[in-house]
């Protein structure tokens, strides 16, 4: 019986010592999911967020020309224990009292605070919390991050992580789109391709062995992500830039949009619209500013969609530039009356086909697109792409709208010949009137010349693509010669330049009052639309305001203006004389995929007021460079710049020599002779 009786005593010795285990095992469980579940949680979060920024530095994006627009640089996560900095403060001093400790918290805080530009209030709520972890901050700039860590707080850490920057700033920056704290792309270009910029897409080398003698393996490092080079070129884009903000400060309107691109590839040269934003600080802005306007903006395009008409009209025979219409101010369709912009001032009377243009006639269009008829008419319009997305290369754009053919009667068929009723987007109708400045073909737009990796090996080489012929050549060359006119004789006159033939059409458009459900006598949409040279186009052109001020609103006087600025100054980039002595004929002119420029003298070496420091740059001297190669330079920096002007840089602020922290703003003033 006594071994019996030990037997069963270590047996339940034993059941114990498990059964307590298992109670600590259960307590330590309960603990964590229950009590201390939310805390867990946001470091699980934040290390997996972690994680997933460092898995890969995301790709950059330049321009044409090499110049930056993103990229990603080295940055810290700050995070706190409060717990532990609790324990160091009351270790700090003996006998120390909680009041004492509130005190040193909150100079804490402050100190925090003001390094990371936040609220010290928001800071000391944090780090008073009673848990082992808790952010304070995401993607903060290795200066500020070194600054907090020469305090020693105990019980401040840093985990590094990647910063998206955007050394241009606003520029262009609807296209860029933008990048969450996860590193993912989320609008724009960014969301476009963000399996390619984050490397997530895997990509063979092209060509390497013509290289390198030799096939070079697929990398399996796909630690950093590719990087894009785009068709968006600097010097365009920051004219077309520039005259937005023009348009913005002259006629005030709600909206704006400028797009430029080239009518023989569909390579997309300028795009921006207003408002816009600093993709650097996304937060401060409210999502509908973010738009890209040029490819999600819907409208009514007025007068510029009579070129439409007219190629549709001209390549089914049913008029010619001589075909004569009568217009005597007015046109009745049942009940409706059609009438001109200028029929309070005059008639017409018997007009040709390419008069009826020259004016912009809404009477003599609303006869052709009756001659043509609904069915040859919605043939053509759905050749030329409207009521479908033109599949350029960036997230956002938007399909307009084409009133269903079913539905279509007398005056409809009558309006929508002079572009009303339905509704288009702008990169819709400047790919379709490119359409008619390349000689009948619709190409698809696009914006990303190539992709390479962090070795520059090529993985993808973009090219122009055919989407369909839609008109011959010799409507095309009709159609342009009286575009031609337009800007030569007739609306168009504010966009002509000395010297180039250049192809336009104007556009007036009364917009929908939403509250009578009518067509606004006082709002409208003005726009113009231009390429040039005429005979053999390296640049089109379209400038879109909604709801401007001015004495007079028409597109011509508003928008023609700025479209003449834009193609000028681009064909003196190109190396296109622009004069009243130039011959007006460049057909002999050929393609141009890289503008010829000046190159100028290096700029002189900046003596600096002192050593820069980590996260600091020398400004160097811009005097003498040209937008592109000061652009390139500051980009280089990781400085973002404002410019202003044209020629070569005259004026900068800061000026040489000065010590600037990371991402600052260099102004720079262009005025110099460039000749």
Known sequence: MKKIRGYFSREWVIYIFLIGVTLLIISKLMYLQIIDASELSARAATLKDNSQTMVSQRGMIADAQGN?????????????????????????????????????????????????????????????????????????????????????????????????????????????????????????????????????????????????????????????????????????????????????????????????????????????????????????????????????????????FKVITGAAALEENVVNADTLFSDPGYLNVGSRKITNWDSDQKAHGNISFADGLELSSNVVLAQVGKALGKDSFYTYLKSFGFGSKTKVDIAGEEQGLLVEKNMVKDIELATMSFGQANLVTPIQLLTAISAVANGGTLLQPYIVDKITNNKNELLVQNQPRVVREVISKTTSNSLTNILVDVVDKGTGSRAKIPGIKVAGKTGTAQKIDLNTGRYSDTDYIVSFVGYAPADNPCIAVLVVEDTPHGQVIQGGTLAGPHVKTVIENALQYYGIPVAASTPSNLSDLSRLSTPSKKENAPSKPSTPSRTPGQGEVLVPDLTGLTIRQAGEKLGKLDLHYHFQGSGLAAKQNPPPGSIVNQGDTIEVIFGGDNK
């Open 68 to 304: 930056i627009l993103a990229k990603s640089v080295t940055a810290k996560d700050i995070y706190a224990d409060p717990k532990s900095l609790k324990k160091a403060l009351q270790k700090s001093e003996p006998n120390i009292t909680d009041d004492k400790i509130t005190q040193k918290t909150q100079e804490i805080a402050q100190k925090l605070a003001e390094i990371l530009g936040k609220d010290p209030k928001d800071i000391l709520e944090l780090i008073l919390k009673d848990l082992s972890w808790v952010s304070l901050a995401r993607q903060v700039d290795l200066a500020k991050a070194k600054q907090i860590d020469d305090l020693k707080i105990p019980g401040i850490g840093f985990t590094d992580t990647y910063k998206r920057v955007y050394p241009t700033g606003a520029m262009a920056s609807s296209i860029m789109g933008i990048v969450n704290n996860a590193g993912d792309g989320v609008e724009g270009i960014e969301y476009a391709y963000n399996a390619e910029l984050k490397g997530e897409k895997v990509l063979k080398p092209q060509n390497t062995s013509q290289n390198t003698g030799q096939t070079t393996p697929e990398s399996t490092d796909i630690q950093s992500g590719y990087n894009l080079t785009l068709t968006l070129d600097s010097t365009i884009q920051h004219i077309v830039e520039q005259e937005l903000d023009k348009i913005m400060t002259e006629s005030t309107p709600q909206r704006a949009v400028i797009l430029a691109m080239d009518p023989m590839t569909g390579k997309i040269l300028g795009m921006a619209s207003r408002p816009a934003f600093d993709p650097n600080d996304y937060r401060a802005t409210d999502a509908r500013d973010r738009k890209n306007l040029a490819i999600s903006m819907i409208y009514e395009p007025g007068s510029t």
